[in-house]
């Protein structure tokens, strides 16, 4: 299966946590905790669409002042993510500034945000600079049972509460399922490609019934003919059911990430974690503290190795990428790694 989400680790696995996700086909990108940013070149940080902050520790959330300089003067809404109370945070940030001259500024730039709780609510709000980024209330989104918070594109967020000491969100990220046309068969049938097909994807997508009927244009040497059509000019319409359709497409799953930083090693916390990472085809997940050094871990509220490694095995996910690793180990990153190796049950990829 062709990759369609490419995601990078922003700083490596020992710098500040941070991970840019592009998607195949779509002009908008995800942005996952913001710390250091400079990795970052201005036109790509002007496609983000989607920042989603897993909780407000500078490591994570430093880095937004470069963002929101560069948005400036852009006409831009930008959905945020972040735990309980950061809607607030993002306020008092924005109001470190002075907003006296934005009615000189034309194009709109906002800041929609959702703060994922516990609660069967989710609050939102919105954030806009011609106003000196006052905040407005937004309608309240009721809590999604598998944590979907919204879509961007072809995408889906899905967020988790996790115990940091603070609420710290985890965070998957999901493409629709692909529908491909089999050109092969189209030709057997005597099928022509056309915006007939769009039509048929989306009817699949949608999970219609198969007495659907789908107008396709008639197959080449079929009711068209003898019909006076000129040279050129499309077949007649005709009208076939989806059923009858369904081999003439093939439906894969679309490409999954999940995203585990800042949380402690508690049954609670490894429940939800494995849950939202379940089946993930990447897994980044922080393995900051060496497996001896589980005390050390405990007190900080933060992951072993051996902690990553298992969570990653019960998830059943694909490629493992940890990272957030602590610079204190002599070894670096070699010995931290075969750790989570060893404790997932096969190499890293």
């Known amino acids: 299966m062709r990759a369609t989400l490419h995601p990078c680790l922003l700083n490596g696995r020992t710098g500040d946590p941070g991970l840019w996700l592009e998607a195949l086909h779509q002009s908008e990108a995800v942005l996952l905790d913001c710390g250091d940013l400079s990795g970052l070149a201005p036109r790509q940080l002007l496609r983000t669409g989607l920042l989603g902050v897993s909780h407000a520790h500078m490591d994570h959330w430093a880095g937004f002042d470069r963002l929101l300089r560069l948005l400036i003067g852009r006409e831009r809404v930008v959905q945020v993510v972040g735990p309980a109370g950061f809607a607030a945070r993002l306020w008092h940030r924005l ?34 600079l011609q106003t000196g980024f006052r905040p407005e209330a937004l309608p309240p989104q009721p809590a999604a049972a598998d944590g979907t918070v919204l879509t961007l594109g072809a995408l889906r967020l899905q967020a988790a509460v996790l115990d940091h000491g603070t609420p710290c969100l985890g965070f998957a990220v999901s493409e629709a399922m692909r529908i491909n046309v089999w050109r092969t068969r189209l030709e057997a049938r005597g099928l022509p490609v056309g915006p007939w097909l769009t039509r048929l994807k989306q009817a699949v997508r949608e999970g219609a ?36 359709l369904r081999d003439l497409v093939e439906v894969t799953p679309g490409q999954r990430l999940a995203y585990l930083t800042d949380f402690a090693d508690t049954p609670a ?3 939800a974690a494995i ?62 790694l075969a750790e989570v190796a060893a404790a997932a049950g096969r190499p890293l990829a």
């Open 275 to 336: 849950a939202l990472a379940q089946g993930a085809d990447i897994l980044f997940i922080e393995a900051p503290f060496a497996a001896a050094d589980a005390a050390h871990a405990r007190d900080r509220r933060h992951l072993t190795t051996q902690a990553a490694g298992e969570i990653a095995r019960a998830a059943g996910a694909g490629r493992i990428e940890p990272f957030h690793l602590s610079p204190r180990y002599e070894e670096g990153e070699a010995r931290l």
């Open 95 to 128: 109001q470190a500034y002075t907003w006296n001259l934005v009615d000189r500024i034309a194009p709109v730039l906002a800041f929609e945000v959702t703060e994922v709780t516990e609660g069967p609510l989710w609050p939102r709000r919105r954030f806009r």
């Open 209 to 244: 019934p198969d007495a659907t009927p789908i107008a396709v244009a008639a197959p080449r040497g079929g009711p068209g003919e003898g019909r006076g059509e000129g040279p050129g000019e499309e077949p007649a319409a005709t009208t076939l059911p989806l059923g009858a």
């Open 269 to 271: 916390n490894r429940a």
